[in-house]
C-alpha cells in the first residue's frame, strides 16, 4: 500500500545521502523514482540534488506555486509508471503541495518520500514541516549529534563568529558554514547568547 512518509532530522543528518540511496534502490530494481526539489535551494544546480559525501543526482525543480499532483500526471503522461517520488528539503513545501502530494498517495498509489528539517533556526516548524508532521503515514527521524555527544534535534544559525543568530528571515539557504545542528539544551544555552559554535569542517568530497 502507497504512503506518504517524512524522513525529518536536524542540519546534517544524511537526509540527503539517504534520499539518494533510496532512489538508487528503486532504479538497481527496474523502477522508476521522480525526485523533486525546491528551486529556491540551487546550491548544486537547479535541479540536482547532492549531498555533503559526494553523492548526487538529476531532479526536476519546482516553485512554491508548482501543483506537484498535475505535474506526475504529465509525467506518468509522457513516460509511463512511475513507482516512486522523492523530495528533497521538504521543509520548503507549501501547505498546499503537502496535500498534492497526499493526493498522489492516495489517488494514483504511488509512495511518496520526502526529507527535509522540522524547524527552523528559531525552533519554530516549518510549513511543508508542518503538514507533513500533520498528514503523513509514517513520520520517521534521521538522527545525528550535537557535539556535547547528545542527540541533535534542533538547527542553529551562525555570524561568521560563530554566534547564534536569534532574527531574520526563516528561509537563507546555507550550509555547514552557516547552520549547526545542535541538542535542545546547546539550543537553549547558545540562543541565551552563551558561547559560540564551531561551524562544521568542510567534506572531504566536493558536492
Request: overall charge neutral; proline content about 3%; glycine content about 8%.
Amino acid at each position: 500500500m502507497a504512503k506518504l512518509y517524512f524522513y525529518y532530522s536536524a542540519m546534517n543528518a544524511g537526509k540527503t545521502t539517504t534520499l539518494l540511496q533510496s532512489a538508487h534502490n528503486y532504479r538497481e530494481r527496474g523502477m522508476r523514482a521522480a525526485i523533486l526539489t525546491p528551486r529556491l535551494d540551487d546550491r548544486a544546480g537547479s535541479g540536482r540534488v547532492a549531498s555533503r559525501i559526494g553523492l548526487q543526482a538529476e531532479g526536476v525543480a519546482f516553485d512554491r506555486d508548482d501543483d506537484l499532483k498535475a505535474w506526475v500526471d504529465l509525467d506518468i503522461a509522457a513516460h509511463g509508471k512511475l513507482d516512486c517520488v522523492l523530495v528533497d528539503e521538504a521543509q520548503f513545501l507549501t501547505k498546499a503541495q503537502v496535500w498534492q502530494l497526499s493526493e498522489i498517495v492516495d489517488a494514483l498509489k504511488i509512495p511518496v518520500l520526502c526529507y527535509g528539517l522540522r524547524t527552523d533556526f528559531r525552533g519554530e516548524l516549518f510549513e511543508g514541516s508542518q503538514y507533513l508532521l500533520a498528514w503523513a503515514d509514517e513520520l520517521v527521524e534521521i538522527k545525528t549529534i550535537c557535539h556535547s555527544g547528545k542527540k541533535a534535534t534542533m538547527n542553529v544559525r551562525i555570524d561568521a563568529q560563530g554566534r547564534a543568530l536569534q532574527a531574520g528571515p526563516q528561509v537563507e539557504i546555507g550550509g555547514n558554514e552557516r547552520y549547526v545542528s545542535v541538542s535542545r539544551a546547546e539550543f537553549k544555552k547558545v540562543m541565551r547568547g552563551e558561547g559560540r559554535i564551531e561551524p562544521l569542517q568542510p567534506p572531504l568530497l566536493k558536492e
